[in-house]
T-cell receptor
Framework: EAQVTQNPRYLITVTGKKLTVTCSQN?????MSWYRQDPGLGLRQIYY???????DKGDVPEGYKVSRKEKRNFPLILESPSPNQTSLYFC?????????????FGPGTRLTVL | KQEVTQIPAALSVPEGENLVLNCSFT??????LQWFRQDPGKGLTSLLL?????REQTSGRLNASLDKSSGRSTLYIAASQPGDSATYLC???????????FGQGTTLQVKP
């Protein structure tokens, strides 16, 4: 079954404690990205990756890091989380950079930073 | 800067009605437009994808149209059911990065 997996699904943490949210896909997709969803602001892109070892900033990259060492994985790293990073996070994938195909979204990770 | 607007923000209809959700965007330089469904606290499920060169796509009771020149898309839901209750989001994929720019969504309630 084609799927995008995120872990953890829910996380409550404290300010400054480094955390990683993992994203994994089994569709051999080249393109992966991270979004955050906030009430009143909608979904905004954080980072994206066109392929292995290729990443670039989206609209709201501050406070986040990503890496793409393998095609299937695209972890989101918060080195020093702050309360304003409390949000619902989604990983998304697409077949390739031609962008003629739909984007698939993971189930989301609800993060609370105290 | 691309902006995506969805009207109305919320809609409540009785079961069985046909309905139209609207999406408008400001820049026609897009790869495609995608409609998603989101249930409360859940992820996004892709409903329909319309390429920039296409005019419409259909899936079951759903029909989406795209008029790139006027910057508009509509999602038509036929014979609505309570199970259709959800938030519907449209998103355009920008040329160059493929980044999705989302509208704020229309929250639909279908009453039995």
């Amino acid at each position: 079954e084609a799927q995008v997996t995120q872990n953890p699904r829910y996380l409550i943490t404290v300010t400054g404690k480094k955390l990683t949210v993992t994203c994994s896909q089994n569709m051999n997709h080249e393109y992966m990205s991270w979004y955050r969803q906030d009430p009143g602001l909608g979904l905004r892109q954080i980072y994206y990756s066109m392929n292995v070892e290729v990443t670039d900033k989206g609209d709201v990259p501050e406070g986040y890091k990503v890496s793409r060492k393998e095609k299937r994985n695209f972890p989101l790293i918060l080195e020093s989380p702050s309360p304003n990073q409390t949000s619902l996070y989604f990983c998304a994938t697409q077949q390739d950079r031609t962008f003629y195909n739909e984007q698939f979204f993971g189930p989301g990770t609800r993060l609370t930073v105290l | 800067k691309q902006e995506v607007t969805q009207i109305p923000a919320a809609l409540s209809v009785p079961e069985g009605e046909n309905l139209v959700l609207n999406c408008s965007f400001t820049d026609s330089a897009i790869y495609n437009l995608q409609w998603f469904r989101q249930d409360p606290g859940k992820g996004l499920t892709s409903l329909l994808l319309i390429q920039s060169s296409q005019r419409e796509q259909t899936s079951g009771r759903l029909n989406a149209s795209l008029d790139k020149s006027s910057g508009r898309s509509t999602l038509y839901i036929a014979a609505s059911q309570p199970g259709d209750s959800a938030t519907y989001l449209c998103a355009v994929a920008l040329r160059g990065t493929g980044k999705l720019i989302f509208g704020q969504g229309t929250t639909l309630q279908v009453k039995p």
